[in-house]
């Protein structure tokens, strides 16, 4: 790995600001195991099953870890403001070394394309970690609570409709629908915090930098939610219970363009980067 | 010689920041740049850097031309304006993370250039509590400490009290014995008259004067 890299990857991750964000994350993953998961796991409705005299098929992990809760509380407030947690911990320290004049020191010595892709790399990689861990640490600790029983079409209680995208391996497969789902979100945090690397040659003020994107997906799911598109905004994609239908392909395609997108924009500015 | 700058000119959105800017300047030797606020001081250390890009004209060390041979120079040490570094580092953390771009110097050597400066290397205080002669002092130790072959200090005593000017100035001495360019730019003109070997004047981006300390103006 190269020095620039460990030495940005140190400054993302070795960060207050980072434990803040996943601190953030952490209460949401932790108010939903307190508030939805233990009480199911350890009350009545449960026990009752258990006994023989609920219903035939019980909520399993699968309909009530936090991405499988679209009706609670924590998981709206979760998935609302993933796309802001995700840009604090690293995502304007472009726009910090540019203004201070820190990215000519680190820039005289290892060259501009080597800086501008340590940098991307730092903030995409810390971006996706703080996204994940709390949604992992949720899963396994509802695991330990309520079982992994494997869903089943026919209890209708699941949030994957025959229409949902990767309905097929929800029902046969679902630790490898959980893990699709887990880097799905990984990528799309990333390229939302990479966002921000472009915002910082956009716009001349550090907070709105920090928020732009999360504004952004604010107005797309909005405007999206509009015009029937609503589970392509970040907000609703990310979500494995799905209530908005989308197309993989489609999901490809937007997020791709974007992050194509992106990088070139980041290319560019790091070709015709001039300390003035 | 080391250094050529060959009728540099750059212009910054119609304005002409660097006028035709020819020097020729070689190693062993401190060379200092005077100048009102706005003649191109500044701008010239950067286009010698590369963090600029000459709209024509070239910058040139041993021969390779900056921004085509070479993306930056190989061996340079820069202070511009204002020292800028990571607030929460202390600055023994911040020199060390610049160091590891380049793994040329290791531990000991930052902390000699730090006493050099008269910073404590122990010092647990994070950058963003530094006074200003402090910041100032870090910033020149950032860009003596892997002794360059190219050393470019933008008003380095600013901020900096007696005994802080001292230091700057032994600093000075002991990289061009050693054989490193260096070049100063500075308001003092007496300071920059008895650290430079040679002093150019600059106005409106353009070379206007030359002088020997103690010679006479050419």
Redesign the interface.
Known sequence: MS??L??EL??AFIN?IFLIALALGLCFAIAHLLVVVIPYGVGDAWAAWRTGTKGSYPFSVYNTWLGATGYSIFTTLYYFILPLIVCLPYADSLYMDIT???A?????????TRYFAAKAIAVFLSAGIVAILPLVINFLTAALFVPLLMPDPLAGTFPVSPRSMFADLFYTAPIAYLCIFGMLTFVVAGIVACLCLVFSYLLANRFIVLIAPFLLCVISYFVLTGSGLAGYSPINLLIPAQFHHVQFDWVVAVYGTIAALSTAFIAWRAASY??? | MYLEIDNLTKTIKGTTVLDGVTLSLERGRVYGLRGKNGSGKTMLMRAITGLIRPTSGTVAIEGKIIGKDESFPPSVGILLENPAFVSKYTGFKNLQVLADIQKNIGAEVIHETLQKVGLDPSDKRPYRKYSLGMKQRLGIACAVMESPDLILLDEPINALDPTGVDLVKSIIMEHKKRGALLLIACHDAQELDYLSDEVYYMAEGRITGHEVPGGDAL
């Open positions: 020095s620039i460990k030495i140190r400054r207050k201070s004049g820190y000519a020191n680190v820039i005289s010595r290892i060259g501009k001039e300390a003035l």
